[in-house]
């Protein structure tokens, strides 16, 4: 008899622990806040804006000038690389955002 009791209580513990293991389970993933998705903030490389170029003063000689435009050149492709970067950088960031909607 007593063995029979201990079983009945064993057998309604563990439905007990059953029930409140799925009570658990569905509760714990609904929430009454409302969550938003936050877009994450630019990488400080993609910031700012590209330095100016050089201009060729009036009575440059043939060294000068290409010694700027060489300079010029340069400036020019690191800021286009920035610019990509950054560019490249936001597109994946937008298709990540709206795809966790």
Request: aromatic share 8%; with cysteine; glycine share 4%.
């Amino acid at each position: 008899m007593k063995n029979q009791q201990d079983q009945s209580i064993v057998s309604s513990l563990i439905i007990f622990v059953i029930v409140i293991m799925l009570v658990l389970a569905i509760t714990g993933c609904s929430t009454v806040v409302p969550v938003s998705a936050k877009f994450p903030d630019a990488p400080k490389l993609g910031l700012g804006t590209c330095p100016q170029l050089q201009t060729v003063p009036d009575d440059v000689k043939l060294s000068g000038l290409t010694s700027t435009v060489t300079s010029n050149y340069s400036t020019y492709y690191e800021c286009a690389v920035k610019v990509d970067q950054w560019n490249e950088w936001y597109a994946i960031q937008k298709r990540i955002f709206e795809g966790v909607k």
